[in-house]
C-alpha cells in the first residue's frame, strides 16, 4: 500500500469517526432535508483601471471530454495528462468558461464579445444579458460591442429572437476577420456552420460595423491589436487610462494551464495552429515583460490575471485583490 493510499484511508476514518455521533444528536433528523440548489458561480466582478470601469461578465461554461486532443492534439494523451494532473486538473473532462468584458470609459460603454448564443443555454453559456443584468445594466445602454474574432461563442449573443440583442449599439471588428469569414467558400466544409452564423449575427448589422486596421484606436484610450491564429483576423484589445493598461486578449490562449505553459502545443480551436503558437508566445513575452494584467475570455473566471515568465516558459498567475486596493 502506497504512503498515499494510507494517508488517505487515515483521512476517510478520521472523519468517519467524527461524523458518528451527530447522528445521534436528537435534533439531528428534527428539520426537514434542505433541497439542493445546484451549482453557484459568481456572474460579474467590476473594478477601477484609471479613470475607466470595468465589468467581466460571466456568460456560462460548457463541459466536455478532455482536454486531449483538444489541446495538444500533437502530443501524446499521457503528456497532456501529466500537465494536467501537475496542476491539479481532471485528465478526462474539461470546462469551458466564457467571459465578455464591458468597459465604461466615463464616455461610453463597450462591450467587447458577446458570448453564446441561447441555443448553447442547455449545455450552460448564453446568459451573458443575465450577468449584465446582475451587473446593472440593461442591454439598450451598451453603445460599443467589439468582436475579437467571429466564433460562435463570441458573436452568438449578438442576436436574441432575430432582433439585436444590443439595439443601439454600434460594432467593431477586425476587417481581415470580416472579408475572411464574409467569403462564400467558407459557406462548405469545416468553417460552414460559423460561417453561416456569421451571415445570421453579424452582416445584417454591416450599416453600424466598424472594420479595424492593426493598431487602430477604437475608442480614446482603447487600441486594436492584431493577434492572428486563431483565426486570420483575430484582435486583442489594449486598454490604457491614466497609466492603467489591461490586455483584452480573447482567446490569444483557451486555458490557463494547457495554452498558457504550453504555448507551442497544437490547440483544436486554432485556424492556424503555428501562427497561433507564434502570436501566443509573442504576446506572453509582452504582457510578461510590461506586466500588464489580461482579461482572457476563457481564463477563469473571474478571468483576469497576469503571465509570469519562469525561465523561458511562461504561468497563468490569476489575479486576486490587485484591482480592489
Ligand atoms: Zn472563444
Known sequence: MSSRVRRRDAIRAAVASALLPAASLPFAAARAAAPLKGPLRPQAYRFRLGTFELTALFDGMVAMD????IFGADQSPQAVARLCEENFLPTGRLA???????????????????GNPASRREAGAGFLVDALSVAGYRPEEIDLVALTHYHPDHIGGL???????????????????????????????PSEATARLVRTNVLP????????QDGEELVPGIRALATPG?????????VESEG??????GDVANHFVLSVERPEWHVRFDRDKVQAAATRKRVFDMVATDRIPVAGYHMPFPNLGYVERRGGDYRWVRASYQFDV
Do not use: C, K
Open 159 to 189: 442576436v436574441t429572437d432575430g432582433q439585436p440583442t444590443f439595439p443601439n449599439a454600434v460594432y467593431a471588428s477586425s476587417a481581415v476577420e470580416h472579408a475572411f469569414w464574409s467569403a462564400e467558400e467558407r459557406l462548405s466544409g
Open 205 to 212: 448589422l454591416a450599416d453600424r460595423l466598424r472594420l479595424l
Open 66 to 69: 478532455g482536454p486531449h486532443p
Open 96 to 114: 469551458i468558461g466564457f467571459a465578455p468584458i464591458l468597459v465604461n470609459t466615463g464616455r461610453q460603454l463597450v462591450l467587447f464579445d458577446a
Open 230 to 238: 486563431h483565426t486570420p483576423g483575430h484582435m486583442a484589445f489594449h
Open 244 to 249: 492603467h493598461r489591461l490586455l483584452i486578449w
